[in-house]
């Protein structure tokens, strides 16, 4: 059996609801989307992080969870790092979208069984992706991908042929009021972000 992790890449958070403070909200974030991923089975969950955010990975960290620190927050370099970890397989995750339900992740590892590269959209206007999976080692004609600002078109343009990349379901993230608005409080999980919300 393949091993296969998945990083949640910490970034940036461009929106903070009114009255919130943005380091809280994006910790609660951070928070919810690991929360979920450590409790997935046959993947093991490991966070991304840059100097910067090393901090608030710790903080949001389960006991003995792995935390890379990357020069970058661009998938390349978590990609990288998880080769060096010995992981067949690689999926990067944004760090805010606390509601991502299980199945979506899993979808977006699935192809790799017959794809080399798998994305998930980030649904809503603007650019952007919700994840990226991958076969390891990268192959080399992967482009540099940033998170916030790639799409779908931009690796496949890469790819050699456009069926090596299979888009799967995607979710929203938290980056407007509309997408705060959509949050579902009969869904469970994102308890962090809940409560930050005000329950």
Do not use: F, H
């Amino acid at each position: 059996m393949a091993r296969r992790v998945i990083v949640v890449m910490l970034g940036p958070v461009v929106w903070t609801p009114p009255g919130t403070d943005p380091a809280r909200w994006r910790a609660a974030l951070a928070e919810d989307v690991v929360d979920l991923v450590a409790t997935l089975n046959e993947v093991e969950p490991a966070i991304g992080a840059t100097p910067a955010d090393r901090a608030l990975a710790d903080a949001v960290a389960w006991p003995g969870m792995p935390v890379y620190d990357l020069p970058t927050n661009r998938v390349g370099a978590a990609l990288a790092a998880a080769t060096e970890d010995g992981y067949d397989q690689a999926a990067v995750l944004v760090a805010d979208a606390p509601d991502i339900p299980g199945l979506v992740i899993g979808k977006l590892l699935r192809p790799l069984t017959s794809r080399t590269v798998a994305i998930a959209p980030a649904l809503g206007p603007g650019p952007g992706l919700l994840g990226m999976a991958a076969r390891l080692p990268a192959p080399d004609w992967l482009p540099e991908v940033d998170l916030d600002t790639a799409d779908v078109g931009l690796v496949r343009a890469a790819a050699p042929r456009p069926a090596e990349v299979a888009v799967t379901p995607g979710w929203r993230r938290l980056r407007e009021p509309a997408d705060l608005a959509a949050l579902d409080p009969a869904v469970e999980g994102w308890e962090t972000t809940r409560v930050l919300l005000g329950g």
